[in-house]
Nanobody
Framework: QVLLVESGGGLVQAGGSLRLSCVAS????????MGWFRQAPGKEREVVAV????????YYVDSVKGRFTISRDNAKNTVYLQMNSLEPEDTAVYYC???????????????????WGQGTQVTVSS
């Protein structure tokens, strides 16, 4: 069992920045590919970014490329999402998720993840 706890959400003006963190319990964090997903009201959940267990592989949805950066610190069992140049369209609940031995190339679908956090709200005002 892996417990994921997100933090760092909040209210920010357009153009601002936030950094989300997700801390995982357990001793084998590096075995898990980690993903950040988001769900806006009335919309389906979508993948935002994914990072391999070692941190050397990443994926970003087109809408956040160049603005968001996913990273991880396996010594701290933590994955981050640095979000810059935020837009009102980025408003959503953001979730981190863990997939055991997942590969970046086939981990854009949420159904493949083993564990999910409770989510953190990000609101971007115009």
């Amino acid at each position: 069992q892996v417990l994921l706890v997100e933090s760092g959400g909040g209210l920010v003006q357009a153009g601002g920045s936030l950094r989300l963190s997700c801390v995982a319990s357990g001793r084998t964090f590096s075995n898990y590919l980690m993903g950040w997903f988001r769900q806006a009201p009335g919309k389906e959940r979508e993948v935002v970014a994914v990072i391999s267990g070692s941190g050397d592989g990443t994926y970003y949805v087109d809408s956040v490329k160049g603005r968001f950066t996913i990273s991880r610190d396996n010594a701290k069992n933590t994955v981050y999402l640095q979000m810059n140049s935020l837009e009102p369209e980025d408003t959503a609940v953001y979730y981190c998720a863990a997939r055991l031995f997942g590969r970046v190339g086939d981990s854009q679908g949420g159904k493949d993840y083993n564990y999910w956090g409770q989510g953190t709200q990000v609101t971007v005002s115009s």
